[in-house]
């Protein structure tokens, strides 16, 4: 449901200053416990944050079509050693399943942007290493990103992009934790 009301055009201030979506606000009250739409707008918001930013990162990769998690193992991997990393070496960093990463590197493997090698300590182990044309990929990809960052936030300060990624992180922290509750496991003591 919260793909869909999104409308950046009814975007308004509240009396704080502080900016909301008219469109979202109407169509969460009907799901609201006492009209708090609070956190269901939050939601919404971060929703259409995050699609903003997987949008100018899109237009950053010149038409190269890596999906964020593609991206995100090929600058993992171009930060690692030359011995590269395992697939599940990327699994954990990414917090997805070896199953996920997998599908990630045959795709960037067949654009030549990482190989396969055997480990020289396990042969039975297969370690990923970003290719030079892999690392060319991503020099190029960097001056548009940054541009298309400092572009989207625009008129942040560093605290304000401190707390912004605070607030991120504890989200993911309490949607682990919680995770781990219905999982039946005592979950970690939240972030702070």
């Known amino acids: ?87 599940g070496e990327l699994a954990r960093a990414g917090g997805v399943s070896s199953r996920n990463v997998t599908g990630l590197v045959d795709t960037l493997e067949g654009d030549t942007l990482v190989r396969r090698v055997r480990d020289g300590a396990d042969r039975r182990s297969v370690r990923v290493v970003v290719t030079p044309e892999g690392r060319a990929w991503l020099e190029a990809f960097r001056a548009p990103t940054q541009r298309a960052m400092a572009a989207v936030f625009r008129g942040f300060t560093p605290d304000d992009l401190t707390l912004f990624r605070h607030l991120c992180l504890r989200l993911v922290d309490n949607q682990r934790r919680l995770e781990e509750h219905l999982a039946g496991t005592d979950p970690a003591p939240p972030a702070t």
């Open 1 to 87: 449901m919260m793909k869909h009301v999104h409308n950046s055009r009814g975007l308004s201030s509240d009396a704080d200053g502080r900016i909301y979506d008219e469109g979202v606000r109407a169509a969460m009250a009907a799901f609201a416990v006492d009209g708090d739409t609070l956190a269901l707008e939050a939601a919404a918001a971060l929703r259409s944050a995050t699609q903003a930013v997987d949008r100018l990162r899109a237009l950053g990769a010149g038409g190269r079509g890596l999906s964020t998690g593609a991206l995100d193992v090929l600058v993992r991997l171009a930060a690692a050693d030359e011995e590269g990393l395992t697939i």
